[in-house]
């Protein structure tokens, strides 16, 4: 997809991603514009300090916290965004599923959460991060892959892909082995993290170990400013929010999936040859454990 047939980057999913990260006055003018982004965009810088019960700095810091120039540029963004959606980011993004609802409800939120994520992700990723990892995983000697919980599924399924186009990869979510294998890594070798939070320490210790023994490291979060994205040399933020009972890492395992796939995608276009010859023969070897249709 071309930057031109990308879709808009979503302020609102730039703030959750920023929330655990912010002060608790800027965590208040956060929630705030989240629960009525339109009414800030109507508003004064005064007037929304005054309804967050907090200070003007304390509203210029989170603008600048979102890399905005100030609050004249936020009210910018938010009628931008408001003119592409009719509805708040609270009530319009469809993320609670209540006692009441009907399946086909909860299969219309599902549908709405996941959508979103996925455009969210595409619209906010750093594409030259994404290339500086696509051509580190293509000529890596080892690629370790660290995940726990419903991470740990799409880590292995990152891993089957790789191996199948003749790139060899390991993948992780036993801490213990993830730093013995981390501990004989190198420069040329590279290391992705995946973790939703970006908190998870089983993931976060094998990678900062990675990097202290000269790898290229990798991560996999939600949030651009966890402990996570810090150890990492290369960052690719996901854009998942949770829904009720569907929470952290399963939030945003689909966010997660097309960033992998991109990569994968990527490392088979620069060695595309190798890739269809590899693809090829490993289809021919299971052909004959399939049953056709009669």
């Known amino acids: 997809?071309?930057?031109?047939?990308?879709?808009?980057?979503?302020?609102?999913?730039?703030?959750?991603?920023?929330?655990?990260?912010?002060?608790?006055?800027?965590?208040?003018?956060?929630?705030?514009?989240?629960?009525?982004?339109?009414?800030?965009?109507?508003?004064?810088?005064?007037?929304?300090?005054?309804?967050?019960?907090?200070?003007?700095?304390?509203?210029?810091?989170?603008?600048?916290?979102?890399?905005?120039?100030?609050?004249?540029?936020?009210?910018?963004?938010?009628?931008?965004?408001?003119?592409?959606?009719?509805?708040?980011?609270?009530?319009?993004?469809?993320?609670?599923?209540?006692?009441?609802?009907?399946?086909?409800?909860?299969?219309?939120?599902?549908?709405?959460?996941?959508?979103?994520?996925?455009?969210?992700?595409?619209?906010?990723?750093?594409?030259?991060?994404?290339?500086?990892?696509?051509?580190?995983?293509?000529?890596?000697?080892?690629?370790?892959?660290?995940?726990?919980?419903?991470?740990?599924?799409?880590?292995e399924d990152l891993r089957l892909r790789l191996h199948r186009i003749g790139h060899g990869a390991n993948s992780w979510s036993d801490v213990h082995n993830a730093l013995t294998s981390a501990a004989l890594l190198g420069p040329g070798d590279v290391a992705l993290g995946i973790s939703h939070t970006g908190e998870t320490n089983e993931v976060l210790e094998p990678l900062r170990r990675a990097r202290a023994q000269g790898a290229t490291t990798i991560a996999v979060t939600n949030y651009p400013r966890s402990p996570l994205a810090r150890a990492a040399d290369l960052l690719l933020v996901t854009a998942a929010r949770d829904i009720t009972f569907r929470t952290g890492g399963m939030a945003g395992r689909h966010a997660q999936m097309i960033v992998l796939d991109a990569l994968y995608l990527g490392v088979a276009q620069r060695d595309y040859q190798q890739a269809t010859q590899a693809f090829d023969r490993t289809a021919e070897a299971v052909a004959d454990h399939r049953t056709p249709h009669r």
């Open 1 to 155: 997809m071309s930057a031109a047939e990308s879709p808009p980057s979503s302020l609102e999913a730039r703030i959750r991603g920023l929330l655990p990260s912010l002060s608790p006055a800027q965590t208040l003018v956060a929630q705030e514009v989240l629960r009525d982004p339109a009414a800030v965009a109507s508003s004064t810088i005064g007037e929304l300090a005054a309804r967050c019960g907090t200070s003007l700095p304390s509203v210029t810091r989170f603008c600048l916290a979102l890399g905005l120039g100030g609050y004249a540029e936020l009210r910018l963004a938010l009628a931008a965004e408001g003119g592409r959606s009719s509805t708040s980011w609270e009530r319009g993004t469809g993320t609670e599923v209540s006692p009441d609802d009907s399946l086909d409800d909860v299969l219309r939120t599902l549908l709405r959460s996941d959508t979103k994520a996925l455009e969210d992700t595409v619209a906010q990723l750093d594409v030259d991060a994404l290339g500086q990892a696509i051509a580190a995983i293509t000529t890596a000697r080892r690629i370790d892959v660290y995940a726990v919980g419903g991470s740990a599924s799409v880590a």
